[in-house]
């Protein structure tokens, strides 16, 4: 028995929908629009207690005095230092160590994948002591060393995890009669594997950059006080003042509004292969 629903029943349904979705949005893109307003007011605008969204002077000099205060470009190259590790790492080193898991049968395979999924398991929280423990005893603490080497190592199992489940869902016959032609298991990664997973890797690629992008416990903790080490993270959280303090706001605003841009990029440029590499790796292994 089929009930037809009216057209008024359907209207109603169809508002309430739309009037959710749009109040989510606006509740989301509230904070980048306050971000950037907040960024083109001057210091007696920010004190205002009613919400300006469009300030009465535009401020745009903010954009040109916070290179005279912060030195922006350094920080962006600090940055990038460990932003171009994270990448490498997760698109080379997890994706070789996801298909060692996913496609090569060798001795302990099954019980070093449970070892490594328990890895994920740890909080974080645990594990910065001994990780700083370690590090001072390399002589690395204050370097770049301990945020570029275990990024260059593919340290992050999540990704290994995702690698692993995208691979197992490839055909085995392509390797199979690959190996038949006498390819090695390098060749079978790079010619096989790697062509026939761009969602995954373009997956991978795009979260790299926004843990590296974003870190600030990690640079904070090995980076310290040295401020020509010092990442964008660290450089915004240097332009805050004294509690109370309004007159650095626009400022930490415009840092802000730098590293939102770049994510913001990404995100658009990467998202279709992000939401499809997510759901393919996830559901299939």
Same mark, same amino acid.
């Given at each position: 028995?089929?009930?037809?629903?009216?057209?008024?029943?359907?209207?109603?349904?169809?508002?309430?929908?739309?009037?959710?979705?749009?109040?989510?949005?606006?509740?989301?893109?509230?904070?980048?629009?306050?971000?950037?307003?907040?960024?083109?007011?001057?210091?007696?605008?920010?004190?205002?207690?009613?919400?300006?969204?469009?300030?009465?002077?535009?401020?745009?000099?903010?954009?040109?005095?916070?290179?005279?205060?912060?030195?922006?470009?350094?920080?962006?190259?600090?940055?990038?230092?460990?932003?171009?590790?994270?990448?490498?790492?997760?698109?080379?080193?997890?994706?070789?160590?996801?298909?060692?898991?996913?496609?090569?049968?060798?001795?302990?395979?099954?019980?070093?994948?449970?070892?490594?999924?328990?890895?994920?398991?740890?909080?974080?929280?645990?594990?910065?002591?001994?990780?700083?423990?370690?590090?001072?005893?390399?002589?690395?603490?204050?370097?770049?060393?301990?945020?570029?080497?275990?990024?260059?190592?593919?340290?992050?199992?999540?990704?290994?995890?995702?690698?692993?489940?995208?691979?197992?869902?490839?055909?085995?016959?392509?390797?199979?009669?690959?190996?038949?032609?006498?390819? +090695?298991?390098?060749?079978?990664?790079?010619? *096989?594997?790697?062509?026939?997973?761009? #969602?995954? /890797? =373009?997956?991978? @690629? $795009?979260?790299?950059?926004?843990?590296?992008?974003?870190?600030?416990?990690?640079?904070?903790?090995?980076?310290?006080?040295?401020?020509?080490?010092?990442?964008?993270?660290?450089?915004?959280?240097?332009?805050?003042?004294?509690?109370?303090?309004? +007159?650095?706001?626009?400022?930490?605003?415009? *840092?802000?509004?730098?590293?939102?841009? #770049?994510? /913001? =990029?990404?995100? @658009? $440029?990467?998202?279709?292969?992000?939401?499809?590499?997510?759901?393919?790796?996830?559901?299939?292994?």
């Amino acid at each position: 028995m089929y009930v037809t629903e009216s057209k008024v029943s359907r209207w109603s349904r169809q508002s309430l929908i739309y009037g959710l979705l749009i109040a989510g949005g606006l509740v989301v893109l509230f904070p980048l629009v306050w971000t950037f307003s907040t960024s083109l007011k001057t210091p007696d605008q920010v004190t205002m207690r009613s919400v300006q969204l469009i300030p009465d002077q535009v401020a745009w000099s903010n954009y040109q005095e916070i290179f005279d205060i912060a030195p922006v470009f350094l920080y962006f190259k600090n940055t990038m230092i460990i932003v171009i590790a994270s990448v490498f790492g997760g698109l080379v080193t997890c994706s070789l160590a996801g298909y060692a898991f996913a496609r090569i049968n060798f001795p302990g395979r099954n019980v070093l994948f449970l070892i490594l999924i328990g890895t994920m398991m740890l909080p974080y929280v645990v594990q910065i002591i001994p990780l700083f423990v370690l590090f001072d005893r390399l002589g690395w603490v204050g370097t770049f060393l301990p945020l570029v080497v275990p990024r260059l190592l593919g340290h992050n199992a999540f990704y290994i995890f995702l690698y692993r489940q995208f691979f197992r869902g490839l055909p085995s016959e392509i390797f199979d009669a690959a190996r038949i032609d006498g390819t +090695s298991e390098i060749g079978l990664w790079w010619r *096989m594997a790697l062509p026939n997973s761009k #969602p995954v /890797l =373009a997956t991978m @690629a $795009i979260f790299s950059f926004q843990f590296a992008w974003n870190d600030f416990l990690n640079p904070l903790i090995y980076l310290g006080s040295d401020q020509s080490k010092w990442t964008m993270a660290l450089g915004l959280n240097g332009l805050q003042g004294f509690e109370g303090e309004a +007159s650095s706001l626009p400022m930490m605003m415009v *840092m802000s509004v730098f590293m939102l841009l #770049p994510m /913001l =990029a990404i995100f @658009a $440029i990467g998202q279709r292969y992000m939401v499809q590499g997510v759901t393919v790796s996830g559901l299939k292994g």
